[in-house]
């Protein structure tokens, strides 16, 4: 086994999202700086990655971010994406969810679900009973949470929102793991409802918000999601097809060991998803660290069933919709991919991007392609006027898996913490560490290269998320 580049001084594992936004902050802060990047697959981006075929543009992963955090909207100004993004603002564009069998127009934001004809008057009523529900401090599920301070009857559109988001199912999913920020400000407050207008007041008094405040955009590029590991990659030592087996820490840094070589560096970076990180630190050798409370978490697998359409299809327009579960409908919602961006699909057509399985129904991805179109097409057809059958169809089965942050997983959020406070020189961030989202990686990636340019050890500290909707 040879030694390689042991004039490293920061080596990153993972070349997705997260292990490439580090390496763009760190060497930002510190040019001239040596970082290596290790990745087992042969190509960089992870999870994110575009799907082109006959003129018609897919995702295979992550289809858009906000363009409401710092780090990410830093990250597309410094590499100049800012300039070829395509924006859909939420202001414009509208979201469906699916009850009783049709599609409803979500106001887009809570309050204006609350004053739709969506509830019902004694629900609404209900809602406002926050204002006297002591918080219960236990951790609980979101369902739990969100049915002890509003009543069932938001129950399906918060079951939406997860859906959206984590493809979970909010009877398992942690509401002080998935949203810390809206947790914290119901315990501090007494009542969720109280604290965001305490919020709001404050910020207004702070002049940080007017009334003509305006929602964010999504974000993506006319190539695609791809395009954004692919211009990150530009400047940076990345050696493919190279999966790293197991992790050392030595008294002057860190080794870590492929099949082929052995690399020696400062610093370390596990810039990968949870269940990819506890895989190697299970047997890292050198460790200061206590037992690990668990050995995986769930995650959540989903097929997408890109569907193009002649422009017989009338397809409402918006970002796309979202059925709970309690709809029981095949598939878990569909984006309306040409709306959002168009250029996804030939002149005269449309794409749909269905999303099938997730957390309750992973039975559903051992049916064959041709099943999952046409149930599919058959689901999407009772919602919207499809008359003619799909022109185009394509399943993409991503292997990455949404890690679940279930009820427990705090506590392996806190032995993450330690773990990095107790062995100087290593970081830990990426898929389903602070969040899920792309928002979250880069939020996360950037402060680990700002404690490694700083000379900084120790855990990270993690911001409060703010409220999104
Ligand atoms: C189906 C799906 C849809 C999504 N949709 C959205 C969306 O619409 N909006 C949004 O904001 N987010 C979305 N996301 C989430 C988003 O894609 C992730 O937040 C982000 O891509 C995670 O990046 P990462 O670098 O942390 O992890 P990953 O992308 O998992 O990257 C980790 C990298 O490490 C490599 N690796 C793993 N183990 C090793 C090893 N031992 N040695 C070397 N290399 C290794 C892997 O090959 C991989 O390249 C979606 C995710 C999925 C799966």
């Known amino acids: 086994m040879k030694i390689m580049g042991n004039n490293i001084d920061t080596l990153i594992i993972g070349s997705g999202l997260s292990g490439l936004t580090v390496a763009h902050f760190i060497q930002k802060y510190q040019p001239g700086t040596r970082i290596s990047i290790l990745e087992k697959s042969s190509s960089p981006g992870g999870a994110i990655k575009s799907f082109h075929q006959d003129g018609f543009l897919a995702e295979w992963g992550a289809h858009g971010f906000l363009d409401n955090v710092e780090a990410s909207t830093e990250l597309l100004a410094d590499t100049g994406l800012d300039k070829e993004a395509q924006k859909a603002p939420l202001d414009d564009f509208v979201r469906y969810v699916c009850l009783n069998g049709r599609l409803n127009l979500i106001p887009q934001n809570p309050k204006k679900i609350i004053q739709s004809n969506l509830v019902s008057l004694p629900a609404k009523l209900r809602v406002l009973a926050d204002l006297w529900k002591r918080p219960l401090p236990e951790e609980q599920t979101v369902a739990d949470w969100a049915a002890y301070r509003f009543g069932a009857s938001l129950l399906p559109f918060v079951d939406a929102v997860l859906t959206g988001t984590y493809a979970g199912d909010f009877n398992r999913l942690s509401i002080d793991a998935v949203f810390p920020g809206i947790r914290k400000i119901e315990l501090d407050n007494g009542s969720l409802i109280r604290g965001l207008m305490q919020k709001r007041k404050a910020a207004k008094a702070k002049k940080q918000e007017t009334s003509t405040r305006k929602l964010p955009a999504m974000i993506s590029f006319p190539q695609g999601m791809g395009r954004l590991p692919e211009a990150l990659v530009a400047d940076k030592n990345l050696v493919y097809s190279t999966e790293v087996t197991s992790?050392?820490?030595y008294a002057e840094g860190w080794e870590v060991k492929t099949p082929e070589n052995s690399y020696q560096a400062k610093s370390l970076v596990l810039a990968l998803s949870v269940n990819q990180a506890l895989?190697?630190?299970?047997?890292?050798?050198?460790?200061?660290?206590?037992?690990?409370?668990?050995s995986s978490i769930p995650e959540a697998r989903i097929?997408?069933?890109?569907?193009?359409?002649?422009?017989?299809?009338?397809?409402?327009?918006?970002?796309?919709?979202?059925?709970?579960?309690?709809?029981?409908?095949?598939?878990?919602?569909?984006?309306?991919?040409?709306?959002?961006?168009?250029?996804?699909?030939?002149?005269?057509?449309?794409?749909?991007?269905?999303l099938v399985g997730g957390r309750r129904h992973p039975e559903k991805?051992?049916?064959?392609?041709?099943?999952?179109?046409?149930?599919?097409?058959?689901?999407?057809?009772?919602?919207?006027?499809?008359p003619d059958p799909p022109v185009f169809s394509k399943v993409l089965r991503p292997k990455h898996g949404i890690p679940q942050l279930e009820i427990g997983y705090p506590k392996l959020l806190a032995w993450r913490n330690s773990l990095v406070n107790n062995n100087q020189g290593l970081y830990v961030c990426g898929f389903g560490w602070e969040g899920i989202g792309i928002n979250d990686m880069t939020k996360s990636a950037k402060k680990v290269a700002e404690s490694i340019a700083a000379g900084k050890t120790g855990a990270v500290e993690t911001e409060v998320k703010g409220v999104y909707f």
């Open 365 to 386: 991805l051992e049916l064959p392609d041709d099943v999952l179109i046409r149930e599919t097409y058959a689901d999407l057809k009772q919602l919207i006027h499809l």
């Open 247 to 249: 992790i050392h820490k």
């Open 279 to 294: 895989a190697l630190l299970s047997n890292a050798e050198g460790l200061t660290a206590e037992d690990c409370p668990v």
């Open 303 to 354: 097929a997408t069933i890109a569907l193009g359409f002649t422009k017989s299809a009338d397809i409402p327009f918006g970002f796309g919709y979202l059925a709970p579960e309690q709809e029981k409908r095949f598939a878990l919602g569909a984006l309306f991919s040409t709306h959002m961006f168009p250029g996804r699909a030939p002149a005269g057509h449309m794409l749909l991007e269905a």
